[in-house]
């Protein structure tokens, strides 16, 4: 490829990214869809900055906390950063296909291949770390083919900085590490691993992580605990062929023949340099299978790899007739299942026109504990009614004496309900909101002197003896909500029987 041609396919691959980014835009505009569960927690996290939180590493919190300062809590300001990322991901994948000698057509089947992944659909539609797990994975990729093609062993400082952001983004990043490590191992590269290169890039990354194993170490590791939670109790065990066909799936039916190709060609010589991917792609699935994982998402990251590899495979091994009658079908499917996909994992339709079209795909996703058997992925479910939650909650509020107002707070047991209230509070007049899941039990308790407590998604059974008055004040109803926000009583407690300030530690949730 000259270099005229080289430079515009450059170009041609960063139109593409930017399609992308436009789409995930114009989904944040559709109604009756808002922030998502997880934002409404992200966004009180970030107005608490810190060197880590129960659930996460401190660094996407504090990027949404400059966005946030920035531009307040403008929707479109928070999904600007996770668009981003995920149309960069497009953009390095074939960046990647050209490190392997593709044309300018490898490379933009390579990054539509990638782009059209419901599971980066999903990422890139809404705020959380996840988001910026394709972006880090697939750039520490990109160094380590560096790394081989140019013999340099310097990119380790690269790959360390970068998974060291990685780390600080979320904890689980290191299951790729592991991966990247036991894949060079195994595929005859042990020299990459022994040299001081790779140390200096594992001080880099040390020092990345230090504030934030600080924090954990200070805070007796609260993540660990939550994590031992959420494996034994959120996650749903799955048979090894229902986690195999949900990897393809969440990668995309349409996009299996070119990733499946990707993969196989490391068996052959020419895909020698680079078998530590195989590797680390089999460390990754037997991972996934030995825990039943209901979460295909956990491994996505991985495919970007395989979508390069197996695009300028098609361009290696078939002759120039067959090429272009290959790359045209392998990109008319690739568009197809994109447009299949999309509604399904981004909010681009009503949720009853959603409703009846996954209906009719067929398809069913059951994700985590307490939210299976939803006609509506919890994803786009778990979107919809919070500011409507917020009104609700404020009728039950200005029903009270005026005096019993002012010493009145709000309480739950789930973020979501706490994040809402917290977000929408200043609209409506609320009052300050407690929670005792995740990191909103930190910012806990309340003070003894508060005898009135609204209570928004609690365990009234466990509540019930602990007040001198229970007494249910409203029923908040949401149609095309999930299960566990679709019908919330909400209740006045009065009169508590105990210290709040003495038994809050008691009351933690980590899950």
């Not at 419901?118 to 160094?143: C, K, Q």
């Not at 491994?299 to 272009?324: C, D, Q």
């Not at 909650?393 to 019993?404: C, S």
């Amino acid at each position: 490829m000259n270099s005229k041609n080289l430079k515009a396919g450059y170009w041609y691959l960063a139109g593409l990214s930017l399609l992308a980014f436009v789409i995930f835009m114009i989904s944040s505009s559709v109604k009756p869809y808002g922030f998502f569960i997880d934002e409404l927690y992200f966004m009180a996290c970030a107005k608490r900055l810190a060197f880590g939180y129960i659930d996460q590493p401190p660094l996407s919190i504090a990027l949404l906390s400059l966005v946030q300062n920035l531009f307040g809590h403008n929707i479109y300001a928070i999904r600007f950063i996770p668009a981003v990322s995920i149309a960069a991901t497009v953009y390095i994948t074939g960046l990647i296909a050209r490190r392997f000698g593709g044309s300018t057509k490898s490379m933009l089947l390579a990054g539509l291949a990638v782009m059209v992944m419901p599971v980066f659909i999903l990422f890139g539609s809404f705020y959380s770390m996840n988001a910026y797990e394709p972006l880090i994975w697939t750039s520490i990729i990109y160094f380590v083919i560096k790394m081989i093609q140019e013999n340099n062993e310097r990119y380790w400082l690269h790959i360390g900085i970068l998974l060291g952001i990685g780390l600080e983004m979320k904890h689980t990043m290191i299951l790729y590490g592991i991966a990247l490590i036991i894949g060079l191992l195994f595929s005859g590269k042990r020299r990459l691993l022994f040299n001081r290169w790779i140390l200096l890039g594992g001080l880099a990354c040390f020092i990345l992580i230090l504030p934030n194993l600080v924090w954990q170490y200070i805070h007796h590791f609260p993540s660990l605990e939550l994590y031992r939670n959420s494996f034994s109790s959120k996650n749903i065990s799955k048979s090894y062929l229902l986690v195999i066909a949900e990897q393809i799936i969440f990668v995309n039916p349409f996009t299996f023949p070119l990733w499946l190709t990707g993969l196989v060609v490391l068996v052959f010589p020419k895909g020698k340099p680079y078998r530590f991917m195989l590797f680390a792609y089999a460390f990754l699935l037997v991972v996934m299978l030995a825990g039943h994982s209901s979460r295909p998402d956990r491994i996505a990251s991985i495919y970007t790899f395989f979508m390069a590899s197996g695009a300028v495979a098609l361009e290696n091994y078939l002759n120039k007739s067959w090429l272009r009658i290959s790359q045209v079908i392998a990109a008319a499917l690739l568009v197809a299942g994109g447009i299949m996909f999309t509604p399904v994992f981004c909010p681009i339709l009503s949720p009853l026109l959603t409703k009846k079209y996954i209906s009719g795909l067929g398809l069913h996703f059951d994700v985590e504990a307490g939210k299976t058997g939803e006609p509506m992925p919890q994803w786009l479910a778990d979107r919809i009614g919070w500011r409507e939650l917020a009104a609700e909650v404020a009728k039950v509020y200005y029903a009270l004496p005026g005096n019993e107002r002012r010493n009145t707070v709000i309480i739950s047991i789930n973020y979501g309900e706490a994040g809402a209230l917290e977000l929408y509070g200043p609209e409506f007049g609320l009052p300050r909101v407690y929670c005792t899941h995740n990191s909103f039990h930190s910012w806990g308790p309340p003070s003894d002197s508060i005898q009135t407590f609204i209570a928004v998604f609690i365990d009234i059974d466990d509540v019930r003896p602990r007040f001198k008055s229970v007494e249910k004040a409203a029923d908040y109803y949401c149609a095309d909500c999930t299960k566990p926000q679709g019908n919330i009583p909400i209740y006045i407690l009065k009169g508590p029987n105990f210290s709040m300030e003495k038994e809050w530690g008691h009351f933690k949730n980590y899950h």
